[in-house]
């Protein structure tokens, strides 16, 4: 079995902060790329942020500079760091991990369970 665990969300005003953590646990063998994604009401889910294993990052065009991904190996842990947050990043955020749970299976993706991130004007 494996877990994924979110913690972080809230509700904040416009212009502050939150930082998310998901944190994998359970049968993990190893971990490849680690990502955020967010679905706000009515919207599709879309990507916000990933890392991959060396730390490469990519972002969402309407967060880059304001939101930070970055993983902890040693905890199975990634974070998202959001600042300057603003309403329309109003939504329920999801982490996406790719995970191995033997030395012969296949890498298969595992979904946390949602926290809701509320931003007031």
């Known amino acids: 079995q494996v877990q994924l665990v979110e913690s972080g969300g809230g509700l904040v005003q416009a212009g502050g902060s939150l930082r998310l953590s998901c944190a994998a646990s359970g049968s993990i063998f190893s971990i490849n790329a680690m990502r955020w994604y967010r679905q706000a009401p009515g919207k599709q889910r879309e990507l916000v942020a990933s890392i991959t294993t060396d730390g490469s990052t990519n972002y969402a065009s309407s967060v880059r500079g304001r939101f930070t991904i970055s993983r902890d190996n040693a905890k199975n842990t990634v974070y998202l760091q959001m600042n300057s947050l603003k309403p329309e990043d109003t939504a329920v955020y999801y982490c996406?991990?790719?995970?191995?749970?033997?030395?012969?299976?296949?890498?298969?993706?595992?979904w946390g369970q949602g926290t809701q991130v509320t931003v007031s004007s």
């Open positions: 996406n991990v790719l995970i191995r749970r033997s030395l012969i299976s296949n890498f298969a993706d595992y």
